[in-house]
């Protein structure tokens, strides 16, 4: 994914922006990276940071850089911000999206000119400099983000600092948020709102789908207005924003009680799971776990802790095999919660399922008696076009997919949308191998329609590709 981050004062930013982009830091994964605009002109600084805190690494940069505007990024993969000079003037860059059609528009900038761009480590071009290249083939810098925003097949959303301030752009349908906050001789730009609340900054008003805005410490100047349409990421809510972050005016942790609500109330009406307690998985299963247990008046407990003072996030190596190792060494059982008793248990998802079948396991081996599993989202049959919300190369790496291969071979493809419906018989098919195959005693995902409507949004205005394949479906 990725979190991005700008800041507009009379007076020195630097701080502001340093620990604005750090609460970002849940969202990203590989790169950390500031620039900011002063008297001296630009200064930049970007870090790896796969194995260490944002923190760390920028805390010497922040008492060296000086600057009234700032942006910043916490970036899942390309090193960010750039700094460009063109015709339209120079200007830093930071992105958050996901381009699917990237090998068709590097080709499109080769024909029309470009002779070169940086090589990354990995063999490609930075996708924010494949994008800054783009909006310079326009007249102005407006002109050059509506053209990105219609040509790029996935979502962008950036921002562009410059020597009048910053322009911020949220992507055509608004599957990612940028909030703005305010407070007296400044202005802020974030992706989760939460990031600002204790610099001082109060809610001024998000950014609609495709609304572009300048900022200056003077106030905001819209450039473009927001569309009619919006497709905003469910999964945002499931998993990836942070507890006290809103988008769209609906809190992210209220929102995972209602979906826990919802799965407790399915669970009841069946009648036929009778746990002992509930537990959520650290940490995004956590809200999830305590809104079922307040429904069912089962207890909430904690039957393993998460370890965190030395281990790194979980998905941070490219390695699966380290990831799944990171993630087992982090999880302590409390045997004294397990021993014997039949556990509920309510991750945010299963995507590969090899995280939560060793954690089933390692449940059993501390004397669990049995494990029902309960994912707060449906199941992922669709790999996400749209945000980079995991590492998979393949539909295949989901484990829904993988079973409905097996299920029907070359046929796989024509049946996906019966195993996306609750209510077909290939849909409970699924689940029953999917419990059988991680060991589960029982396992029920949270419906789409549920999903919804913990929400609180219409569907139209959600994108649910990841669980139905719809885009662009409205309603339906």
């Known amino acids: 994914m990725g979190g991005i981050f700008g800041v507009v004062s009379r007076q ?41 805190p944002f923190r760390t690494k920028f805390e010497r940069d922040v008492e060296d850089m000086k600057g009234y505007y700032g942006i910043a990024c916490i970036s899942d993969y390309e090193p960010q911000p750039l700094i460009i000079q063109s015709h339209l003037g120079s200007f830093a860059i930071v992105t958050v999206g996901k381009v699917n059609n990237y090998d068709d528009l590097l080709r499109q900038v080769y024909s029309q000119g470009n002779t070169h761009f940086q090589e990354m480590t990995s063999g490609q071009v930075n996708v924010t400099e494949l994008m800054a290249s783009l909006i310079c083939k326009c007249g102005s810098l407006v002109e050059g983000i509506q053209y990105v925003q219609k040509i790029v097949d996935g979502s962008m959303t950036l921002l562009l600092l410059t020597k009048d301030g910053i322009i911020a752009a949220r992507d055509r349908l608004g599957r990612t948020p940028l909030v703005i906050g305010r407070k007296e001789n400044a202005f802020c730009i974030s992706f989760e709102n939460f990031a600002y609340m204790n610099l001082g900054y109060t809610d001024e008003r998000e950014l609609g789908p495709g609304e572009i805005v ?6 905001i100047e819209q450039l473009a207005a927001p569309g009619d349409e919006m497709q905003i990421c469910s999964f945002l ?89 990171i993630a087992r060494m982090k999880l302590i059982p409390v045997k004294a919660l397990i021993e014997n008793k039949k556990l509920l248990l309510i991750d945010d998802s299963i995507v590969r399922g090899t995280q939560l079948r060793e954690t089933t396991e390692f449940l059993y081996q501390s004397g669990a008696k049995e494990v029902h ?48 419906d609750p209510e077909s018989d290939r849909y409970a098919a699924m689940l029953q191998d999917i419990c059988r195959q991680q060991n589960f005693t029982t396992l029920r995902y949270h419906r789409l329609d549920d999903l919804v409507e913990s929400i609180g949004l219409p569907k139209a205005k959600l994108c649910t590709y990841c669980f139905d394949g719809c885009t662009g479906c409205g309603g339906k």
């Open 12 to 52: 020195n930013c630097t701080h502001e922006l340093f620990y604005g982009v750090d609460y970002h830091s849940h969202l990203g994964t590989r790169r950390g990276g500031m620039a900011t605009y002063g008297e001296d002109g630009f200064n930049r600084a970007i870090h790896n940071i796969e194995n260490s």
């Open 214 to 219: 300048r900022m200056t410490p003077d106030g």
């Open 237 to 325: 809510w499931v998993y990836y924003g942070y507890p006290p972050s809103s988008y769209e005016g609906i809190n992210v942790e209220e929102m995972r009680y209602r979906c826990g609500s919802a799965l407790a109330k399915r669970d009841m009406a069946a009648g036929n799971v009778h746990p002992d307690m509930v537990a959520g998985v650290p940490d995004s299963g956590t809200a999830h776990a305590i809104g079922y247990a307040n429904e069912s008046k089962i207890p909430f407990t904690r039957p393993f802790i998460k370890y965190t003072p030395t281990w790194p996030r979980s998905f941070m190596p490219v390695s699966q095999n380290q990831r799944n190792l």
């Open 373 to 420: 599993v309960r994912p707060a989202c449906p199941p992922l049959v669709y790999g996400c076009r749209y945000l980079n919300f995991s590492r998979s190369k393949s539909d295949l790496d989901l484990i829904a997919r993988r079973v409905i291969l097996k299920r029907e071979g070359d046929n796989a493809e024509k049946t996906l949308a019966e195993y996306a």
